[in-house]
Each structure stands twice: as structure tokens, then as C-alpha cells.
């Protein structure tokens, strides 16, 4: 009984589940733009005075630093690369619906981005916990 107990109550285990999800799930948004570019990313930041080749720093975190978070390597770090698109992504692309609600749900319009953003933040608070590939620096 006391294996179950400590199983059911294992924080590295939520910590590797929460990992696997966020990471896995952006990892999908990483590997469409790797396939198809960066093009309409570069084009929102040309519509807003910036350089356009900045849109590759959203693929080098959403392919690099989600498989980073998902395989536990430096997870702090690749959290907080994270945590900084998700805010310009946000900022750039969801102003508008920061205090919407959706119509069709009932949820708030920016829930899925706001999750991202939320899920790494606790991620560079607490790391990977002990089921990761690199542990035991402030990177990690």
C-alpha cells in the first residue's frame, strides 16, 4: 500500500506529465512552421515596424525549447524562452481578446495561449523535477 501512496503523490511525475504536455502540444505549432515557414509571423512583425526574421526566434521555441522542456534538458531556461513567446504571441496576435470571452465556449477567448504561458511559468518555478536528462543546476 505505501508503493501506491508515494505513486499517486509523486510531484516528479507531475512535473514529468505536465512537461510531456505542454512541450507536446507546442511542439506541434514548432514542427508546422519548421514545414511551412515563418512567413505570416514575419509579416504581423513588418506590419508593426519590426524586422521580420525575428519570427524565427517563435520557431526556435516552439520546436527547441518545447523538446527541451518534453525531454528535460535545461527546463528553467527553455521555460523561460517559453514563457517569452508566449507573451509576444499574446501581445501580437490575441491583444484584442485579452478580455474576451468566447461566444461559441463560454472560456476566455486567449485560454489556450494564456495556458501556455502559465504552464511554463510553473516550469521555471519548480524545473523538471528528477525524471529529466540534465538536473541540478539553476538551468534546470
Given amino acids: 500500500m505505501k508503493l501506491e501512496q508515494n505513486f499517486l503523490r509523486s510531484n516528479d511525475l507531475g512535473l514529468l506529465l ?3 504536455t505542454v512541450g507536446g502540444m507546442m ?3 514548432g514542427i508546422h512552421k ?6 505570416p509571423i514575419g509579416d504581423m512583425l513588418s506590419a508593426i515596424g519590426l524586422p521580420s526574421f525575428i519570427a524565427y526566434g517563435s520557431l ?3 520546436l527547441v525549447a518545447s523538446l527541451m522542456i518534453v ?3 535545461w527546463t528553467r531556461m527553455a521555460s523561460v524562452v517559453f514563457a517569452g513567446n508566449m507573451i509576444v504571441a499574446i501581445l501580437m496576435a490575441h491583444s484584442a481578446d485579452i478580455f474576451s470571452i468566447n ?3 463560454g472560456g476566455w477567448a486567449i485560454e489556450l495561449p494564456a495556458f501556455y504561458l502559465l504552464a511554463s511559468a510553473v516550469l521555471c518555478l519548480t524545473g523538471a523535477g528528477k525524471y ?9
Fill in 18 to 20: 505536465l512537461r510531456i
Fill in 27 to 29: 511542439l506541434f505549432h
Fill in 34 to 39: 519548421a514545414v511551412y515557414g515563418v512567413g
Fill in 60 to 62: 526556435l521555441a516552439e
Fill in 71 to 73: 525531454c528535460g534538458v
Fill in 103 to 105: 461566444a461559441m465556449t
Fill in 132 to 140: 529529466a536528462v540534465t538536473k541540478g543546476s539553476f538551468l534546470d
